[in-house]
C-alpha cells in the first residue's frame, strides 16, 4: 500500500532537509508519495536479527529477520503518514517531492 508522507517542522528552515533511514532525505514544507516498494525497505532497515538459542548450550540454532513498524505506525515529531487511496491518489500538484 502506498503512503503520502508530509514534513512540517516549523523550527527548520524551509528548505530544510531530514534524512530518514529508508527513505532518503526529504525536504520540509512538502508531501512525497512512498511507494509499496519504499516502504518495505523503511521496514528492512529498521529491522534487526532475532537469535534462537539453546537455553542450556547457548548454542545458536537459527535467525530470523523481524521487520521493523509499518510507516503509518512510526512516530517522527513532524512527519505525518496517511494511507493513500488505491485509486492511485497523488500528492497535490507542486508538493509531490521525489519521493527518494
Given at each position: ?7 512540517d517542522m ?43 538459542t539453546d ?29 493513500m487511496k ?15
Amino acid at each position: 500500500m502506498a503512503f503520502k508522507l508530509s514534513v512540517d517542522m516549523p523550527n527548520l528552515a524551509p528548505d530544510g532537509k531530514v534524512s530518514i533511514t529508508g527513505l532518503g532525505e526529504l525536504q520540509n514544507g512538502k508531501s512525497y508519495k512512498i511507494s509499496d516498494e519504499q516502504a518495505e525497505l523503511f521496514r528492512t532497515l529498521n529491522g534487526h536479527i532475532k537469535d534462537k538459542t539453546d537455553p542450556e548450550t547457548g548454542q545458536l540454532l537459527s535467525r530470523e529477520t523481524v521487520l521493523g513498524p509499518a510507516l503509518d505506525e512510526v512516530e517522527i515529531a513532524g512527519i505525518t503518514v496517511e494511507q493513500m487511496k488505491e485509486s492511485g491518489q497523488q500528492a497535490p500538484a507542486g508538493q509531490q517531492g521525489e519521493g527518494n
